[in-house]
């Protein structure tokens, strides 16, 4: 399943199945992205990121694809689990000054596994 | 060291009532940041310390917010006077360097009645 943007905020696959979420994010200037799981009740949980200089980075069953010309960024998780259930954040950081650090999160996407 | 940590996890205050959250983060990490979040909704910065220096505030941040982080370990955020749209998660993350993620905690759910 692929989530088209922000006007869809859920996304609802079977287990097994690849997943893509995706992100547009604001500031051009930014130059490090993060992509963060929250399960309910619980604080965000790291999963990648990537920095500005660079378009892919691959984890453990995760790809994080970076578009600066667009302002682009999506999470591609394999082989999808039933614990991959959760809401996901991109977040940004922006360069430079004193918010060097802060993030900026997008809206988040809801990603439903079905067993 | 098990991550930061936050405490209470949940408060539930009267209206106009003063409430205080501590935070402990990570121990070698020397930044520190509070988050709040609103369901359905992405975490947004309040503020920022580096040690025990507050760096940057948001202006979210009214003058009934507070935050200290007063020997450059844990931190407090008091909220004075609270007001029924104050009711949200605070979540607090630490980092040691720029170049690293942020760690959050488990967050503190405050709740104005």
């Known amino acids: 399943g692929e989530n088209v943007g922000l006007h869809l905020p859920t996304l609802s696959v079977q287990e097994g199945d690849n997943s893509i979420i995706n992100c547009a994010y604001s500031?051009?200037?930014?130059?490090?992205f993060i992509w963060y799981k929250q399960e309910s009740g619980k604080g965000p949980q790291f999963i990648i990121d990537i920095r500005s200089n660079m378009d892919k980075r691959q984890g453990q069953r995760v790809t994080v694809l970076l578009n600066k010309t667009v302002k682009h960024l999506s999470l591609q998780i394999a082989a999808t689990q039933p614990g991959d259930s959760a809401v996901y954040f991109c977040a940004e950081r922006g360069a430079g000054g004193t918010s060097y650090g802060k993030l900026t999160f997008g809206q988040g996407t809801i990603l439903t596994v079905h067993p | 060291d098990t991550g930061v940590s936050q405490n209470p996890r949940h408060k539930i205050t009267k209206r106009g009532q003063n409430v205080t959250f501590r935070c402990d983060p990570i121990?070698?990490?020397?930044?520190l940041y509070w988050y709040r979040q609103t369901l359905g909704q992405g975490p947004e910065f309040l503020t920022y310390f580096q040690n025990e220096a507050q760096l940057e505030k948001s202006r979210l941040l009214s003058d009934r917010f507070s935050a200290e982080r007063p020997k450059g370990s844990f931190s407090t955020l008091e909220i004075q006077r609270t007001e029924q749209g104050d009711s949200a998660m605070y979540l607090c993350?630490?980092?040691?360097?720029?170049?690293?993620?942020?760690?959050f905690g488990s967050g503190t759910r405050l709740t104005v009645v």
């Open positions: 121990s070698e990490h020397n930044r």
């Open positions: 993350a630490s980092s040691l360097i720029q170049g690293q993620a942020a760690a």
């Open positions: 500031n051009s200037a930014s130059d490090y």
